[in-house]
């Protein structure tokens, strides 16, 4: 799959046909081959011979896809940056990245209306194709570089597997585009001439405007995380009179429950729901499962899948040596899927990617083992959560818990329901105590984190120590504290 051709071709093709809705907004395929072109002719006349990494900050709108595009046809890896990033954060992404620019939907308007004769050359297989930052231990993010090959590896595999129909699949469009699992229903819409739906920050906070969204969407393939889809079924009328043309659901970011996927086979019987799994280091997703009421019989909980064809997923020891059938052990997975590493982080990239043969393998930091040919998650090894689809370092938050001029130390720990981290506490040691009650020191606090990291990172939870418990070796007794969230 060459996905720039590919797209490229529903321009020609179908050059009518709508690429990406977005709130009353629509982009057709002539308009975002034209565009694209332009802007990338624009980066090549403005950046000769530069190859550095180009910055699209906004929500959803479709002059994002211009800007992905126009990187790639122009030889530059873009850098999906959502408005929910506090501009603290974003600030930290495009300097740390060396972005040559950072272009807004109204500059990218501007600029791809400007037509130029020059000439491109777009991204090759071992370029970098995007780069998606995620949370970093140390208080600043990483930015995981994905190149061409992996994401064509990627879309590859899944048009195979889900037998994609060309001009015919509307996807649903949950995740912002700084989050990696946008990549699935952006570019598997884009391969195949397809449409996607987008529904913004309005719709997801206002479950009305939300389900009338549902209804006029026409959408085919559902793209979202397990806990998107679980707060659609409070309402009852979230069922297949809703969406009468869906055919599949695809999940990933975090665990599908049970009870989640026999809720949804139940109210769309013509849907199939597909569990995936995969960090953002390998593109996305390397595994998937399609969960029938057999495999909810048989298992529970659910299985993340079997590998994608070409890819090496095992379970491992701590020298990376595979562990007997049925133990349990860190996941490893090598393939063309597996980036080569993190955005001038070569410290970060050796701690966790190897050479496995002539494949580039990665430490996914997961527990899990295998049964049978499929793949169970059992948690994470280190200090990292998801929430609600969202890979969370507890450690960044941490050193911005402790930036902050009243706070003297601070621990984040994971609210566990049912196995699933469910939200986030914060347990901060102040500098001084005042008058103010713990609600208002804890609206303080949130205010002012919220000016340094995503709001999907603030802590539910905030609860005051004078000093931490410790263990007979010194350290923070992070076990105590987790008991008392429990």
């Known amino acids: 799959m060459d996905i720039i051709e590919a797209i490229d071709r529903a321009a020609r093709v179908f050059p009518d046909r709508i690429a990406h809705i977005s709130d009353v907004r629509m982009l057709t395929y002539g308009d975002l081959g034209k565009r694209s072109d332009a802007l990338a002719a624009h980066f090549t006349e403005r950046y000769p011979g530069d190859k550095s990494p180009v910055a699209i900050i906004g929500h959803k709108e479709p002059e994002m896809?211009?800007?992905?595009?126009?990187?790639?046809?122009?030889?530059?890896?873009?850098?999906?940056?959502?408005?929910?990033?506090?501009?603290?954060?974003?600030?930290?992404?495009?300097?740390?990245?060396?972005?040559?620019?950072?272009?807004?939907?109204?500059?990218?308007?501007?600029?791809?209306?400007?037509?130029?004769?020059?000439?491109?050359?777009?991204?090759?297989?071992?370029?970098?194709?995007?780069?998606?930052?995620?949370?970093?231990?140390?208080?600043?993010?990483?930015?995981?570089?994905?190149?061409?090959?992996?994401?064509?590896?990627?879309?590859?595999?899944?048009?195979?597997?889900?037998?994609l129909r060309e001009a015919r699949e509307t996807f649903l469009n949950q995740a912002p585009f700084s989050f990696d699992l946008s990549v699935m229903d952006l570019y598997l819409s884009l391969a195949t001439a397809g449409t996607l739906f987008s529904i913004g920050k309005q719709e997801i906070s206002n479950l009305k405007k939300l389900y009338a969204a549902f209804g006029r969407s026409g959408v085919t393939s559902w793209v979202s995380t397990p806990t998107f889809a679980q707060m659609c079924l409070v309402e009852r009328g979230f069922a297949q009179s809703m969406l009468p043309q869906l055919r599949r659901f695809l999940f990933c970011g975090e665990t599908l429950a049970p009870e989640t996927a026999s809720q949804l086979l139940e109210r769309f019987p013509k849907a199939e729901v597909w569990n995936t799994y995969g960090?953002?280091?390998?593109?996305?997703?390397?595994?998937?499962?399609?969960?029938?009421?057999?495999?909810?019989?048989?298992?529970?909980?659910?299985?993340?899948?079997?590998?994608?064809?070409?890819?090496?997923?095992f379970v491992a020891d701590i020298n990376a040596e595979p562990v007997p059938a049925g133990d349990r052990g860190e996941i490893i997975i090598a393939g063309t899927n597996v980036s080569p590493g993190y955005l001038g982080r070569p410290d970060l990239t050796n701690a966790s990617f190897f050479r496995l043969g002539n494949l580039r393998a990665y430490r996914t930091g997961d527990w899990g083992r295998i049964q049978g040919d499929l793949?169970?998650?059992?948690?994470?090894?280190?200090?990292?959560?998801?929430?609600?689809?969202?890979?969370?370092?507890?450690?960044?938050?941490?050193?911005?818990?402790?930036?902050?001029?009243?706070?003297?130390?601070?621990?984040?720990?994971?609210?566990?329901?049912?196995?699933?981290?469910?939200?986030?506490?914060?347990?901060?040691?102040?500098?001084?105590?005042?008058?103010?009650?713990?609600?208002?020191?804890?609206?303080?606090?949130?205010?002012?984190?919220?000016?340094?990291v995503p709001m999907y990172m603030l802590p539910r939870k905030i609860i005051y120590y004078d000093a931490f418990p410790i263990t007979a070796n010194g350290k923070t007794d992070r076990r105590k504290l987790a008991a008392s969230i429990a």
């Open 279 to 313: 960090p953002t280091e390998t593109t996305v997703a390397c595994a998937s499962v399609r969960v029938t009421r057999d495999v909810l019989a048989r298992y529970s909980p659910l299985p993340i899948g079997a590998p994608m064809p070409g890819a090496r997923i």
């Open 375 to 452: 793949l169970f998650f059992e948690g994470r090894i280190d200090g990292q959560v998801k929430v609600n689809g969202h890979r969370i370092e507890l450690g960044d938050l941490e050193e911005n818990l402790r930036a902050l001029p009243t706070v003297a130390d601070a621990v984040v720990l994971p609210v566990i329901r049912k196995g699933v981290a469910e939200s986030l506490a914060a347990f901060v040691v102040l500098v001084q105590r005042g008058q103010e009650s713990e609600f208002e020191l804890g609206a303080q606090l949130r205010a002012q984190l919220a000016e340094r």
């Open 65 to 163: 896809l211009m800007g992905f595009l126009a990187a790639a046809k122009s030889g530059h890896p873009y850098i999906p940056i959502d408005v929910s990033i506090p501009a603290y954060r974003a600030e930290q992404i495009v300097e740390s990245s060396g972005a040559i620019v950072a272009l807004t939907p109204p500059e990218i308007e501007a600029l791809s209306g400007n037509y130029s004769s020059v000439r491109p050359i777009r991204v090759e297989r071992d370029d970098p194709f995007y780069i998606i930052y995620t949370s970093g231990s140390t208080g600043e993010p990483k930015g995981v570089v994905i190149t061409l090959q992996c994401l064509t590896t990627f879309l590859d595999w899944m048009l195979e597997e889900q037998q």
